[in-house]
């Protein structure tokens, strides 16, 4: 026998047993006081064990066995602060304004870069319905067209819906997420994708209008808007944060000064995350639905009233968290 | 790339021997967490991708059923989208929050993500990690991801970058036997070898990790790793070389078959007892 067969020999039941506790609590939620007081002594006893085998020189591989047990119950002893509501809620709803006010230079950075270029494709695309076509595949344009001309009187065609449900999914969420992604790169994908997204959606706007349904797409859009395109300002406005991290690091180190950006970026795109839950509900249920444009606007109004006054009032008068 | 302000991660040369980072717990115990690599990881996601899919298309169908297809079915279509959007974008972050740093994919591959520190992830940590999936992704199937992995010692993606995070891999071929020389060395072999070698630990550790590894190396890949170091310790010894990795082996033979083993008992009931305290 070798001291480092003694050594197995000795201690072997005692890891064995803690792999078999990790892996019923892996199992299980929860576990009794008396179990994991017990998992605590075989953890310390352990941490013990690598000590003496990387004294003892008993070989890399006893070591990395030991090593991937101790990781195993460190990660469950000291396990992920719960979920729990009232902070998720204060996250949300004070947590979120705040990073979203603190940031507000880039937010309206990003309101800028996002309206500026839909007015401009509004605009040409009104004056000629050819600039759309530069920009836009115009099979894409007559799809958009046909589905705005038929109204929602009696609720929108099906099949239709099926195909804008897919259409949207892909295109806003993900327009707004990416946003936020790409401003890794220094800032300059959130500046694309706010000046693309708002160009085109311009240019969809300004061409279903010249085609005659003009009072389709704009009641159609009024009532999830405020949540979804404020949404997308959102999260341009924490990918511009997190690009300009990267630059302008104060004597940190770049990923150090990401990191110190890290609490206030994720403020802002769970709070756009949820901003976009609202819209996608609005756009499933009532956007397409049969009820009278006036009630809709109506809706509209109530839903940019509610956003403005929550970024601006939300979390105030509350001691920081 | 520079590493987090305040990890505790090593920074010795010799760590990166191998790819893991050391840990410092707070029962201010080293020890080393395995860093998972990109191909583990892309089997992970993959299982994971899948996983999604079957969610997305059950719901779809109980949807055709529940009347999808129906022209009034607005409603449906809303709760269609809805789930779509969550899975999509939720997934991760859903299993990353409630199984600390697991999906079913990574459970089945036995990785997990853990903080640069070694701690469970935040949910905060696992949002930002997964939504940066979208820069990670680009142009397409994650290629600024590999890049970016492919230049940190701890193969974080831009994900892991921003959110503090790391993957590490929780798999271990359980307590291996003593490794055996196959043929044993014979007198010849061991003549001119003192019983107590002129090495240090660290590269008694470094030969065993090579010898455990060998089988699994090409035998010109085999010979020529050992020979980067077989002439060192050759030189040291004032023995000639004929084949290096034989010549490994029997180093390694040499140093495992003579440690003395008479002062491990006192020692250990020692330890013990301090245990006992401890606890």
């Known amino acids: ?64 066995h030991l090593d991937v047990l101790a990781g195993r119950a460190h990660s469950r002893l000291y396990n992920t602060r719960p979920l729990r509501l009232p902070n998720a809620f204060e996250f949300v709803f004070g947590e979120f304004p705040r990073a979203l006010r603190a940031n507000w230079r880039f937010f309206f950075l990003s309101i800028l870069l996002f309206m500026v270029p839909f007015a401009l494709g509004l605009g040409l695309t009104l004056h000629s319905k050819q600039f759309a076509e530069h920009i836009l595949p115009p099979s894409m344009l007559e799809m958009l067209t046909e589905a705005y001309q038929k109204g929602f009187d009696d609720g929108r065609d099906t099949s239709q819906n099926v195909a804008m449900a897919g259409f949207y999914v892909q295109n806003n969420v993900g327009i707004a997420f990416r946003c936020f992604a790409t401003g890794i790169f220094c800032g300059l994908g959130s500046v694309f994708f706010l000046v693309y997204n708002g160009l085109s959606t311009g240019c969809v706007a300004g061409y279903v209008t010249a085609s005659g349904a003009g009072a389709n797409i704009w009641t159609f859009m009024s009532g999830h808007s405020p949540f979804e395109i404020t949404a997308i300002f959102i999260a341009g406005a924490a990918g511009l944060e997190m690009g300009y991290s990267l630059v302008a690091t104060n004597g940190k180190t770049r990923i150090g000064s990401l990191q110190s950006h890290a609490k206030s970026i994720a403020a802002q795109i769970v709070g756009a995350a949820v901003f976009l839950c609202i819209a996608a509900l609005i756009e499933g249920f009532w956007s397409p639905s049969g009820i009278p444009a006036p009630v809709k606007w109506a809706f509209a109004g109530a839903g940019i009233s509610g956003v403005t006054a929550f970024l601006l009032l939300g979390g105030r008068g509350r001691s920081t968290a | 790339m520079t590493r987090p302000r305040n990890s505790i991660a090593s920074a010795r040369p010799d760590a990166l021997l191998d790819t893991t980072t050391d840990i410092e717990t707070p029962e201010h115990v080293r020890f080393r967490y395995r860093v998972a690599g990109p191909s583990r990881r892309a089997i992970a996601y993959v299982i994971d991708l899948l996983l999604g899919a079957i969610v997305v298309v059950v719901f779809f169908i109980f949807g055709l059923f529940g009347g999808l297809t129906d022209p009034q079915g607005g409603a449906s279509v809303g709760v269609f989208r809805l789930i779509a959007f969550v899975v999509q974008w939720g997934y991760f972050v859903f299993w990353e929050t409630i199984w600390n740093g697991q999906s079913p994919g990574k459970r089945m591959m036995k990785l997990r993500v853990v903080t640069s520190e070694g701690n469970p992830l935040s949910f905060i940590q696992s949002v930002l990690r997964n939504l940066l999936r979208a820069a990670d992704f680009l142009p397409n199937v994650y290629a600024v991801g590999a890049v970016v992995m492919a230049r940190d010692a701890r193969f974080r993606r831009l994900g892991d970058l921003v959110a503090g995070t790391m993957v590490v891999a929780e798999n271990t071929a359980g307590i291996i036997d003593r490794l055996d020389i196959n043929p044993p060395p014979s007198e010849a072999d061991l003549r001119g070898l003192p019983t107590r070698l002129p090495l240090s630990g660290d590269e008694l550790e470094t030969i065993e990790i090579f010898l455990r590894r060998a089988g699994r190396l090409h035998p010109h890949r085999q010979y020529e790793l050992a020979s980067l170091v077989a002439p060192v310790f050759a030189r040291r010894l004032g023995v000639r070389v004929l084949d290096p990795a034989r010549f490994l082996a029997i180093l390694y033979w040499r140093a495992s078959t003579s440690v003395p083993a008479k002062r491990k008992p006192a020692k250990k009931k020692k330890r013990k007892e301090s245990i006992r305290d401890a606890a």
């Open chain 1, 1 to 64: 026998m070798t001291p480092h067969d003694d050594f197995v020999a000795e201690r072997k039941a005692s890891w064995d047993e803690l792999a078999q506790l990790l892996d019923r609590w892996g199992a299980k939620r929860t576990f009794d006081g008396a179990t994991i007081s017990r998992i605590g002594v075989l953890y310390r006893d352990l941490c013990n064990d690598i000590v003496r085998c990387k004294a003892a020189r008993f070989g890399p591989e006893i070591g990395a």
